[in-house]
Structure formats: C-alpha cells, structure tokens
C-alpha cells in the first residue's frame, strides 16, 4: 500500500483527511502530532486512540516543546517580537517546528506522501508545503480540504456516513494551544467589528488580587520564576498558569496573510506578552542606545520573515546569531504586578543596570562633565540645523 505520513492533529480536517485517505485512496496512512506545548498525556493518549479508530495504522507523538522553544521562541523574546505590536506569533511560530518534525518523521519510515488538513484560504498551507517542498523534494504533498474545496459541514456528513460517530459541533471556536499562546477563531473574527466574547477565551477569570512575581533573566533567557530555576520552556509553562488566572494576555490581531488577504484572529498569551515586556524592559537599562535601535528592526524582519514561512532562509541563521550575541548583558530580575485583565511592569536588578554607572542621574545630576563641556557639546550637535536654516533662509 502507499504509505502516506498525516499531520494530524485530531480535530475535523485532519481527522476527514485520513479516513477519506485510508477509504477513499486505499493509503496506508500514518498519523503524526506534534507537541509544542498545550498537550496532556490524556490528550494525546485519546487523539491516538481516535486516529486509529478512523482508519490510522499507526499514531506517533513527537514531543516538540524544547525543540520549539530553542529553535524559535527564544529568538522571539531575544527580538521581543510582536507581530504588527500586538500578536506573539503563537500559532505561526508552532507551525514551522510541527512541519519539520513531520517530514523527517516521514523520510524516516520511507513514506512516500505527506497530508496535511489546511484549506486554500490559510497560511499554514503555505508554511507547511514550503517546508516539505524544501527538505524533501521527492514527497508529494496531497491536501484533500484544499484540493475538493470542502466545507465544514460537508466533511462533517462524510465522517458521519462512514461511522466516525464525534462531536464534530460541541464547540463554535477553533482552540490551537500551544507553549506560546493559544489561537481562538470564531464567528467573530471573520467581521471586522466584533470581539470575541469572554466565554470564548479558554483561560477564566479566578484571580482578583494583585501579586507580584519576579522573572529571573540569563543572557535574556527566562531561568527562573519568582527565585526557582527551572529550563526557560518550564518557567514559561509556570508563567502561563500563574498569570492565566489573571485572564491576561487577551487581544485580536489584525494582519496581512502570506496569500495576500487580511485576516483577524483572537489570542490568549498571557505568559508570552508577559515575558516579552519583561524582557524588553530589562533591555532598555542594559543594552546600548544603539543596540535597542539595531534590535528593533532586525527582530522585526525576524519575525515577518517566521510569519511567512521562510525559516529555512539562510538569513534566519544570520538574524539568529546577531539576537543571540545581543543578550550577553541582559541579566537580572524583572519585578511584575498582576491585576485582573492586565499586567504591570514594577521594574528591574541588575548588576549590568546602566543606569547605575555612576556618570551622573538623568535630570538631577552629572559627574562627568563640566557645564562648559556641555555648552560646547550642544554647540556643535546644532552645526548641521544652524547650515540648513542659513541656506534655506538664503534663497
């Protein structure tokens, strides 16, 4: 038989493509999900035994959280990257990571063909094909969602007319979970004026108190939380259950898809934003002026580039190795105030605080230079307005 390797995460789409594969195309068909965070072992013990009650041969799920975490996320909070200032690229950044597991997992059991569920409409058809279409050529991809233009609905009867018996309907949102934040998808988000509604967003509500935590940073990664250290995908998973009860991290992001059309999804990433704003004011008082102005825009062609599915681009690695050396200063503790809803950044310690320089106190004091040296020094930095003005007085 032909053996076909299914990115499968076990909801509708994936879920039509390997029955429809196994029945329909007579495919041997082997199931892979790949676990960036949001996983229990409950889950992906039931996602496996659903994958073979559909028509699976087998079920494999490969543990991607550090792999995620190293290959991506922390180069996202070296770069303290926000797509368009507002979204933590949660999803967008998974899907890179679950698309290399799952070719090499396919090259390695010699498959011949590789499925995923996307729609024509997506990014993540994108990302996924590019990644396979780069490491290995020689797979073909088949898409039947994309390719037959199905709906929703219509992949709902064919699963219920060939007994796959689910409750395909027990939700209205699409939920993507993740170590970096969760994606939520409804009704809504498809308008350009309606939020989400509180029961949408999978964290509640529990915590109403303010508390404060403190964020450990080592060379700008996340080593411990509120003084115990733990690996940096450990202390976000931490973060994210601590500030969740909060209900912060909450937002819609409006952007440009890779295809061309906007698109507008809701999010939930408490520990991401978090840690990113954190980082980012431990930066400020430790990194140069030009450093932060450098930073700034090469992190952001980092994370365009992460978004629209060119990881593999040579220039990553070269982005990556400036974001890396950048951190070498950023160590310390940030101090965090939770509150229902939002979050507060107190302040930071710092061996390498430069504003403990003894030079002088912004505003109040200098101990470096004379009231002379100043006049002169402003002197000169007016020269190139002084030329402009004359000139174009002159004329």
């Known amino acids: 038989m032909k053996k076909v390797v299914i990115a499968y995460s076990g909801g509708l789409d994936t879920s039509y493509c390997a029955k429809y594969l196994s029945k329909e195309e007579n495919f041997e068909?082997?199931?892979?999900?790949?676990?960036?965070?949001?996983?229990?072992?409950?889950e992906i013990k039931k996602i496996g035994e659903n994958a073979q009650k559909i028509g699976a041969k087998t079920y494999k799920n490969i543990d991607a959280v550090s792999s995620f975490?190293?290959?991506?996320?922390?180069?996202?909070?070296?770069?303290?990257?926000?797509?368009?200032?507002?979204?933590?690229?949660s999803v967008?950044?998974?899907?890179?990571?679950?698309?290399?597991?799952?070719?090499?997992?396919?090259?390695?059991?010699?498959?011949?063909?590789?499925?995923?569920?996307?729609?024509?409409?997506?990014?993540?058809?994108?990302?996924?094909?590019?990644?396979?279409?780069?490491?290995?050529?020689?797979?073909?991809?088949?898409?039947?969602?994309?390719?037959?233009?199905?709906?929703?609905?219509?992949?709902?009867?064919?699963?219920?007319?060939?007994?796959?018996e689910m409750n395909w309907e027990k939700s209205k949102y699409s939920v993507n979970k993740g170590l970096w934040g969760t994606s939520v998808g409804g009704a809504e988000t498809l308008t350009s004026e309606k939020p989400l509604p509180e029961s949408a967003y999978p964290s509640q509500l529990q915590e109403k108190e303010p508390k404060q935590i403190s964020l450990k940073?080592?060379?700008?990664?996340?080593?411990?939380?509120?003084?115990?250290?733990?690996?940096?995908?450990?202390?976000i998973e931490i973060l994210e259950n601590i500030a969740s009860k909060y209900a912060i991290g909450r937002d819609i992001h409006v952007g440009d898809t890779i295809i061309g059309i906007k698109g507008r999804v809701g999010f939930e990433a408490a520990a991401a934003l978090i840690t990113i704003k954190a980082h980012h004011l431990l930066e400020k008082h430790t990194?140069?002026?030009?450093?932060?102005q450098h930073k700034d825009y090469m992190?952001?062609?980092?994370?365009?580039?992460?978004?629209?599915?060119?990881?593999?681009?040579?220039?990553?690695?070269?982005?990556?190795?400036?974001?890396?050396?950048?951190?070498?200063?950023?160590?310390?503790?940030?101090?965090?105030?939770?509150?229902?809803?939002?979050?507060?950044?107190d302040g930071i310690s710092s061996e390498n605080d430069l504003m403990n320089s003894g030079f002088g106190n912004?505003?109040?004091?200098?101990?470096?230079?004379?009231?002379?040296?100043?006049?002169?020094?402003?002197?000169?930095?007016?020269?190139?307005?002084?030329?402009?003005?004359?000139v174009k007085e002159g004329k």
């Open 362 to 390: 912004y505003g109040e004091e200098n101990k470096a230079w004379t009231a002379d040296d100043a006049k002169g020094f402003i002197k000169i930095l007016s020269n190139a307005g002084k030329i402009y003005q004359h």
């Open 69 to 89: 975490y190293q290959k991506v996320v922390k180069y996202l909070i070296f770069g303290n990257v926000l797509k368009n200032n507002t979204y933590p690229l």
């Open 29 to 42: 068909v082997h199931a892979v999900s790949v676990n960036t965070g949001g996983f229990s072992e409950e």
């Open 217 to 235: 940073f080592t060379k700008g990664e996340l080593s411990a939380v509120n003084g115990k250290e733990n690996t940096p995908e450990k202390n």
């Open 92 to 164: 967008s950044a998974e899907r890179i990571v679950q698309a290399i597991e799952i070719v090499n997992y396919a090259k390695k059991i010699d498959a011949k063909y590789i499925a995923h569920g996307s729609t024509g409409a997506g990014n993540d058809q994108v990302r996924f094909d590019m990644i396979f279409q780069i490491i290995a050529p020689e797979i073909e991809i088949i898409t039947p969602i994309r390719d037959k233009q199905l709906s929703r609905q219509e992949e709902i009867e064919y699963l219920k007319q060939n007994g796959v």
């Open 299 to 345: 992190a952001n062609w980092y994370g365009t580039h992460l978004h629209e599915g060119l990881y593999l681009d040579p220039v990553m690695r070269n982005l990556e190795a400036f974001l890396q050396s950048s951190q070498e200063q950023v160590n310390g503790d940030v101090f965090v105030t939770l509150h229902p809803y939002r979050f507060t950044l």
């Open 287 to 292: 990194l140069s002026k030009w450093q932060l």
